[in-house]
């Protein structure tokens, strides 16, 4: 079973902050990741995605891909309350995409 | 504006009814699939389509069936449904790439 991993949470920053949200996968044969931000009661929205090593930066988002360690980051900057969501990571693999249970972030005011 | 469209929000049914949950989009899309979200365990996929009566099995189709009998519909059944099945259910769609487009997703109670 494949499996992506992360932190539940709840991840609180104080607004203005850097938000850091990590995840995990299990096969190393997967090329595609993804962000999605789960507003409460809410559908999930694609934020970021990244199939490369190294960063890739998209106004406040920030996606992070290392591949030898199998290991996937979002970082928010300039952190906002209206950020406060759960963030879903996914991987594909093959023709699925798995995701994580997802990081509650809660940007304090 | 995409739109994804699940037919209820809540059900309530008993164990043991047949279950249909119902998925439209009107983005043209290729690909539709079925989500189940639990607290703790994330999304996970149940069964999802690429064309028209094409369906594959995702990570947890036990108990679950489904039918695409046109391009913009994608049907879930719930056979026999059972109190393990109480969840929220998320339909989405996506084009030649991974974003997917979820609905407002339905939330079955079976009791």
């Known amino acids: 079973q494949k499996e992506v991993e992360q932190n539940s949470g709840p991840l609180s920053v104080p607004e203005g902050a850097i938000a850091s949200l990590n995840c995990t996968y299990s096969?190393?044969?997967?090329?595609?990741f993804f962000w999605y931000r789960q507003y409460s009661g809410k559908s999930p929205e694609l934020i970021m995605f990244i199939y490369s090593n190294g960063d890739k930066e998209d106004g406040r988002f920030t996606a992070q891909l290392n591949k030898a360690s199998q290991y996937v980051s979002l970082l928010i900057r300039d952190s906002q309350p209206s950020d406060s969501a759960t963030y879903l990571c996914?991987?594909?693999?093959?023709?699925?995409?798995?995701f994580g249970a997802g990081t509650i972030l809660r940007v304090k005011s | 504006d995409v739109k994804v469209t699940q037919s209820s929000r809540y059900l309530v049914k008993r164990t043991g009814e047949k279950v249909f949950l119902e998925c439209v989009q009107d983005?043209?899309?290729?690909?539709m699939f079925w989500y189940r979200q639990d607290p703790g365990l994330g999304l996970r996929l149940i069964y999802f389509s690429y064309d028209v009566k094409m369906k594959e099995k995702g990570d947890i189709p036990e108990g679950y069936s489904v039918s695409r009998e046109k391009k913009e519909r994608f049907s879930l059944i719930l056979e026999s449904a059972s109190t393990n099945q109480t969840s929220m259910y998320l339909c989405?769609?996506?084009?030649?790439?991974?974003?997917?487009?979820f609905g407002e997703g339905s939330r079955l109670t079976v009791l």
């Open positions: 983005m043209d899309h290729e690909n």
């Open positions: 096969d190393r044969g997967s090329q595609s």
């Open positions: 996914a991987s594909q693999y093959g023709n699925k995409l798995v």
């Open positions: 989405a769609s996506s084009s030649f790439t991974w974003e997917l487009f």
